[in-house]
């Protein structure tokens, strides 16, 4: 009989004017599979900070949650996928996480942040100067396993083939708006498959 493989706790990390309770569906799902499953809220959630303030507190909660050698995966909603990746790719993430999942994040910024004037929000605009810093060497990710589920009719992330990356795995679940494809069971299903996928 095989043994089943070693589960990595997972952080769960939520998007603009969200809180850590986003993810209660799939945190139960995940907790029922087996999982040790971690929520934080962060604040502000409004877009008020800039991203990289929220990607401390994110590196701050890891750190005093983890003990320093135990490996983690992540999950991150929206916002929250640009938050990790910011953690990983500048604050030394990319030591300890294992398996990064991005649920439509807007990797390559999205119009509806010109929207608001707020410092977070400016930064996922298109061709921000933050994520034309973060996509400079967005190829530092195949350290890992990345997968990014998105849905074709998001109208928060515009165009909605802003949440593909030139690397991972890719999963489009046809959801029809922004916040359903997070309690989608399809974007449930595909997260458990993909914490569970080899360390490539």
């Given at each position: ?152 009719y998001d109208l928060m992330i515009v165009p909605p083939q802003s949440s ?6 890719e999963v489009i679940i046809p959801a029809l708006t922004h916040p359903w ?20």
């Amino acid at each position: 009989m095989e043994s089943m493989p070693e589960l990595n706790p997972v952080v769960l990390v939520h998007g603009i004017n969200d809180t850590g309770a986003v993810f209660n569906k799939m945190a139960t799902y995940l907790r029922k599979e087996g999982w040790s499953v971690h929520t934080l809220d962060m604040i502000p959630n409004n877009g008020d900070v800039v991203l990289e303030n929220l990607a401390r507190q994110l590196a701050k909660y890891i750190a005093t949650t983890f003990d320093p050698e135990q490996p983690i995966d992540i999950v991150g909603f929206s916002m929250g996928g640009i938050v990790s990746r910011y953690y990983i790719q500048r604050l030394g993430g990319i030591n300890r996480v294992q398996k990064l999942i991005t649920i439509s994040s807007p990797h390559n910024g999205t119009v509806m942040a010109y929207a608001s004037e707020r410092p977070g929000c400016v930064q996922m605009r298109p061709d921000s100067l933050f994520l034309k810093d973060l996509n400079s060497d967005v190829m530092m990710l195949k350290q890992l396993n990345f997968t990014s589920i998105w849905t074709p009719y998001d109208l928060m992330i515009v165009p909605p083939q802003s949440s593909q990356m030139p690397l991972g795995n890719e999963v489009i679940i046809p959801a029809l708006t922004h916040p359903w494809i997070l309690t989608d069971i399809r974007t449930i299903k595909s997260v458990a498959e993909a914490l569970l996928a080899p360390c490539s």
